[in-house]
């Protein structure tokens, strides 16, 4: 069984085009993740619920909305895609605050030409 | 913020040799993390320590929290041990703090 499972894995769009990626994790984990990889190989958080409620909403533009209908779902909502949105996006999971363990998905290459 | 600086940038190995990674961080933390990210981009967790000594086949990983610092060894390397090797480490916050990178290259 995936712990934390996204979807898609790979992702072309074209710019302008709106797209989604789905994370679900079955981990009864409380604590929910978006992290965007660049080029560099540089992961740099972007957003974290805890108990379907935002905590962390680090600077990015509003084009990206994460939404969490359940404790184990946080999905990424991206309106307008921009060449620059191109990166792998991995979602992770972790129980309680703090000090736990993180658990990663295996990541969405997104690619917009 | 607290700062994580890991050395060296870049490793390149025969298979067979030993390997130490350093993972430097600038201020107390209550988590640390290493993940290996394979040629295809999975990350894996390797280690949970926030301090002490695991030890999970090959690998083992040494966290001195006192001293801000954190090693991870690599004995007898093989090619499937290429990759990028991340420490992360957390405060107070949920959010994990990364470094870097060490990228590892093994030839056979």
């Known amino acids: 069984d995936t712990a934390v499972s996204q979807t898609p894995k790979y992702l072309v769009t074209q710019m302008g085009n709106d797209k989604s990626i789905k994370c679900e994790q079955n981990?009864?984990?409380?604590?929910m993740y978006w992290y965007k990889q660049d080029s560099k190989k540089f992961l740099k958080i972007m957003f974290s619920y805890n108990n379907k409620e935002l905590i962390i909403n680090e600077t990015v533009p509003n084009r990206f909305s994460p939404k969490s209908p359940d404790k184990a779902h946080l999905n990424l909502h991206i309106n307008s895609l921009e060449l620059g949105d191109s990166a792998v996006y991995f979602c992770?999971?972790?129980?309680?605050?703090?000090?736990?363990?993180?658990?990663f998905g295996q990541g969405t290459r997104l690619t917009v030409v | 913020g607290i700062q994580v600086e890991q050395s060296p940038p870049d490793l390149i190995l025969q298979e067979g040799a030993n390997s130490t990674l350093r993972c430097n961080f600038s201020?107390?933390?209550?988590?640390l993390q290493w993940f290996h990210q394979n040629p295809w981009g999975q990350l894996i967790n390797l280690f949970y320590?926030?301090?002490?000594?695991k030890q999970n086949g090959r690998l083992s990983a040494t966290t001195v929290a006192t001293e801000r610092y954190s090693l991870l060894y690599i004995s007898s390397s093989q090619t499937t041990d290429s990759g990028v090797y991340f420490c992360a480490v957390v405060r107070s916050n949920y959010q994990l703090i990364w470094g870097a990178g060490t990228k590892l290259i093994i030839k056979p």
């Open positions: 992770a999971s972790s129980h309680g605050q703090g000090a736990r363990q993180a658990f």
């Open positions: 320590i926030p301090s002490g000594t």
């Open positions: 201020d107390s933390v209550n988590n």
């Open positions: 981990l009864g984990h409380d604590t």
